[in-house]
């Protein structure tokens, strides 16, 4: 099993709609997830960190489930300029490193 | 302006060439890192440093070296041992050890002629 897994897309949505992402880890262990997102031929950036708690940030809200094993984003009245892929990550085993998740791709059309 | 920068931003290796790519940052950060991209693929470690004069093997150590002689500097010298080098080289760093946030240069893309 992968470390970090996520569905790669591409998911179209028109202007204005919400979109959900979720993102699977395997180690119970991991303390630290965030979110990064990544332009075309660009390096990735932070988006947000996630929270027991889970966290918004306007339009952009992460909830972790410990549970599961899953963090999720959810994007609402999502914009043109929210096309890009978004990538999960997660700190590894001994938490000396993040392990990145090769992305989910958003393409949010007109 | 603080931040990490990474040169050039395009290089090109001949085979059996050894080639060295840039990496600064003046963000006092402690930890440096480098990854490789390859399409369609997520982010791999290459090597990591968590303190000046010492680095760790990520997961994909094999034809890669690098130094760490200052705490702003993080070099990566890809050997003529990478059999498949073309990739896109993205290096990061974070205050302190660990699963800290890291932060991105812009990148370089090397490409094999």
């Known amino acids: 099993r992968k470390e970090v897994e996520q569905d790669p897309g591409p998911f179209n949505v028109p202007e204005g709609a919400t979109v959900a992402f979720n993102c699977t880890y395997s180690?119970?262990?991991?303390?630290?997830f965030f979110w990064y997102r990544q332009d075309c031929r660009k390096e990735p950036k932070l988006l947000m960190s996630?929270?027991?708690s889970g966290n918004e940030d306007g339009r952009f809200t992460a909830q972790l489930n410990r549970a599961s094993q899953y963090i999720s984003l959810l994007i609402r009245d999502s914009k043109l300029s929210d096309s890009a892929t978004y990538l999960c990550?997660?700190?590894?085993?001994?938490?000396?490193?993040?392990?990145f998740g090769t992305g989910t791709r958003l393409l949010v059309s007109p | 302006d603080g931040g990490i920068t990474q040169s050039p931003k395009y290089l090109f290796r001949k085979e059996g060439q050894n080639v060295t790519l840039s990496c600064e940052q003046n963000?006092?950060?402690?930890?440096m890192y480098w990854y490789r991209q390859d399409p369609g693929q997520g982010l791999r470690l290459i090597y990591y440093s968590q303190i000046v004069n010492d680095f760790q093997k990520g997961d994909i150590a094999e034809g890669y070296s690098v130094s760490r002689e200052k705490k702003e500097s993080f070099p990566l010298t890809v050997t003529s041992a990478q059999k498949n080098p073309t990739a896109f080289y993205l290096c990061?760093?974070?205050?302190?050890?660990?699963?800290?946030?890291?932060?991105f240069g812009p990148g370089t893309r090397l490409l094999v002629l």
């Open positions: 990061a760093s974070s205050m302190g050890r660990g699963g800290k946030t890291q932060y």
């Open positions: 963000l006092n950060h402690d930890a």
């Open positions: 996630v929270y027991s």
């Open positions: 990550v997660v700190d590894a085993t001994g938490f000396q490193k993040l392990v």
């Open positions: 180690n119970s262990a991991s303390q630290s």
